[in-house]
């Protein structure tokens, strides 16, 4: 199957040519008809599956293929969870949409007044498409301004992280303003049961497309590290200096975390930077820009870019520690080995993440090889990850890296 047979427009079929995008991927080939058919849709597929092009080619084709039922009206809406995605989507948009005349602006927070003026003259001024974080968005709709009597269609993309980031009341907010004939579509990784009742509430009739969830590709090569907490920052820069990677990123759970380890990192002389969610607007752009150009090796984020970095050629992704929800496992491992690429993901587990551990294993369906300890650092736990329980007999009595500020007490 091509694009070609999805019934895409020829001006799309050459954006996709020109990105060397030929074959669609499985959710792109439900997707794509059902939304092209004006059906509701609720998709449940996760990052790296070909999602975002999902929606975007048909609510292009839609968009381009007639007039608008109101002039001057914003005609689509995506909300997504954060500013990374909302940048991401619109590049991604302008990409597809190169050989069309339309028209996009994405819309987040952290920003100046200037910003914001030139986002409400853009708005007020005709923008088709306009790709949103929902606190920005409410702040627009609430001064009254926003046209979207003519709105044909609404995405709500990655719906459960909007939900954990406690985006829903906002969400529904949000609706109130729009047009009550519209076409949704809306996707998330997973389904919990608040996210069906808000599909039940904001779609009619949808096709339902479920996506399974993709275990790690192929070219990722995964290893595991068994290690006392207060053991994890000596690993870590063991492995710094002796891998050749030239693009890491290194998830760490929560940002105080994030802070101490990459003050830790930059204090031993690596090159890297934090991202989370203190820094502004242009503090992240600016990180993102140095890592992408590489003059910036070593990225430490927590889960907000896991999500929403979108990057082909990262050589090594380590977990400083085990993801508590092993689905977030699936997507902090494919940040590595993308387009065909080779990749490398290793994870921390110390003494009290075996069982969660355990359950990522169990998700992907076989054990990650567990890597001996590098010379000269102590030997780390007996992994047990039916029990978990946390080890003392071999551990460490003092002593040991800086890097989490979690401690690592027996």
Excluded: W
Aim: net charge neutral; hydrophobic share 40%.
């Amino acid at each position: 199957m091509d694009f070609h047979s999805l019934g895409i427009s020829d001006d799309l079929l050459q954006g996709l040519d020109a990105m060397n995008i030929k074959v669609p991927t499985p959710i792109q080939q439900q997707a794509i008809p059902a939304a092209l058919g004006h059906r509701d849709l609720i998709a449940c597929a996760q990052t790296g599956t070909g999602k975002t092009a999902a929606f975007l080619l048909p609510l292009i084709d839609v968009i381009t293929g007639y007039r608008p039922k109101e002039e001057g009206s914003i005609r689509a809406l995506v909300v997504v969870p954060t500013r990374e995605l909302a940048l991401q989507i619109d590049q991604q948009m302008q990409a597809i949409a190169y050989y069309t005349p339309i028209t996009s602006i994405p819309l987040y927070g952290g920003s100046d007044g200037n910003t914001f003026d030139q986002q409400k003259q853009a708005l007020t001024s005709g923008v088709e498409v306009v790709v949103a974080t929902p606190g920005k968005l409410l702040s627009h709709l609430n001064l009254g301004y926003v046209p979207v009597k003519g709105l044909e269609f609404l995405v709500l993309d990655e719906a459960d992280r909007m939900l954990d980031m406690g985006f829903i009341d906002d969400i529904k907010r949000i609706i109130k303003f729009l047009p009550a004939e519209r076409q949704t579509l809306m996707f998330s990784a997973t389904m919990p049961p608040v996210i069906r009742e808000l599909a039940k509430q904001v779609l009619h009739d949808p096709v339902e497309i479920t996506i399974a969830l993709s275990k790690p590709a192929e070219g990722v090569d995964q290893q595991a590290y068994v290690v006392y907490d207060m053991k994890k920052a000596d690993v870590l820069e063991n492995i710094l200096r002796s891998n050749e990677a030239t693009s890491i990123v290194i998830f760490a759970g929560r940002k105080v975390e994030v802070k101490n380890l990459n003050r830790h990192l930059q204090k031993r002389g690596f090159s890297c930077s934090g991202m989370h969610s203190d820094l502004d607007q242009s503090e992240r752009e600016s990180t993102m820009l140095a890592f992408r150009n590489r003059k910036l090796r070593i990225l430490v984020a927590t889960d907000v870019v896991s999500r929403g970095i979108d990057i082909d050629d990262i050589d090594l992704v380590i977990n400083y520690d085990v993801p508590k929800d092993p689905e977030d496992y699936v997507h902090r491992v494919g940040r590595t080995a993308r387009a065909a690429r080779k990749g490398t993901a290793i994870t921390f587990v110390n003494e009290k993440e075996m069982r969660e551990f355990g359950r990522i294993e169990a998700l992907i369906g076989y054990e990650v090889k567990k890597m001996p300890m590098p010379a000269g650092l102590p030997p780390g736990p007996a992994y047990d990850p039916q029990g978990g329980k946390r080890e003392t007999r071999n551990g460490p009595r003092r002593g040991g890296g800086r890097g989490s500020g979690r401690g690592g007490r027996r």
